[in-house]
DNA sequence: GGATGCATATTGTCCGGACAAATCGCCTGA
DNA sequence: TCAGGCGATTTGTCCGGACAATATGCATCC
């Protein structure tokens, strides 16, 4: 009872005039058609080379497009068996969030603040972070985030100066990470670490809390695709406000 | 400068009477002469027809492999350009850790005392947490994580009964994830929330912190691979002596 | 009735080739 | 000297096929 039948047939149309690549087509619509229910968790999904078939593609076009999906965790393949959907509660993974502050913030009538932004030489704690030499140029970024109102959390960023250029004003409209996208620098992945402390009297002033209060604390480095480092920063999040929420993926 | 020259020609030792395929064979040799430090940070891998034709293989099977190490953030392919491995301070990106929580704790003398282990009806928050009955028998384990002889963590943990034989000692001795991998179990994905707030009397006196100390909060919801929920759990650790590290990776 | 073995279905791996798209360097021309 | 175009290089996409490995269900045999 746990697998239903094989799906019944769905039309998926492609263009193949578009520049987006057949495989992707294929996978978008698989993600939408799972995502909007018309292929129900646990219903095999036919197989492949018969779907390939009745797509008119090859069987390697329709394989990427299925493993795309699986890597999402949308999927999952069995040899013998086919491939079915996951029966999960939870539909879209939401993949990584808390990268993208903003996104999660987004709904909530989010603000930012920039409390400052210049230029000035790297201590040695932030040149070690970055990579570079101390005494090197930084850009120096301290922010308040604000939802409705409130202070939510004190952002405190390091960038290698000459990287990008920071507008104040943009920088409270649009974000960090979309300017740096913007300025050509593609983010690749980035360490982290979260943890939590007690704040203290200054930090429970700027962000309205008591003083003692639970502060969640999350220090990030970034790279670029290269393995550069583009980023260093220092959160702060009220506990009472914020929460980090993220799906793992485990390779099999 | 920061693209060397195409790689020397760096023997592979490719073995096809093994079960173990081709693909993999190459991404594992490809990966530890990365770590070893034979294919330096930024060098060029020379391109994908010429290396398959110097292994004897097809470029397929050369291109799964090194998409292999590209999706594990080891290597980076521009067109036009060529493949190059990505220049990373951070050697082992560690993938996803704070899943096997035993794993980070390696190293530093963990110890579990199990306090509770036992068969109940589901309370109505575990058994939504679950998607079970209400009133459904789940396993309830209560754990105290030590390190160095001190409390580091306390864990709750929620499991459908039936699902698995939890024996107490067995427990202390190898960890949860452990036994379910040996009962056939294999995890999937996981929802992880975490958070942060003030040590309660209770909570302080049995992680022997103070009253009001920063704890970090962990709830973990984890799915097998068919997308059954297979745990629940509320964790509770000493912000003192632990926080999350892990690293993410931006899909492009 | 239960265990063993076999046929079938399906994905996993691998091959060889073809053309398109993007990037970079070089050459030409103004 | 600088701008633009051209070609070479390399990865991206896609095709068609072949065989192997694994899981499932059924028939047979004890």
Known sequence: MTTSAPSSSLDFALDRTSPVPLYYQLAQQLES????GALAPGSLLGNEIELAGRLGLSRPTVRQA???LVDKGLLVRRRGVGTQVVHSQVKRP????SLYDDLEAAGQSPATRVLRNEVQPASAEVAAALGIAEGSDVIVLERLRLT????????????????????????EATGLYRMMRSAGITLHSARQSIGARCATVDEAERLEETEGAALLTMQRTAYDSTGRIVEYGTHIYRASRYAFEFQLLVRS
Chains 1, 2 share one sequence.
Do not use: R
Request: hydrophobic share 50%; charged share 10%.
């Open 33 to 36: 058609a799972i995502e909007h």
């Open 66 to 68: 299925i493993q795309s």
């Open 94 to 97: 939401l993949e990584l969030s």
């Open 148 to 171: 409705h109102g409130q202070p939510m959390a004190f952002l405190c960023n390091f960038l290698p100066a000459g990287l990008l250029q920071l507008d104040t004003a943009k920088l």
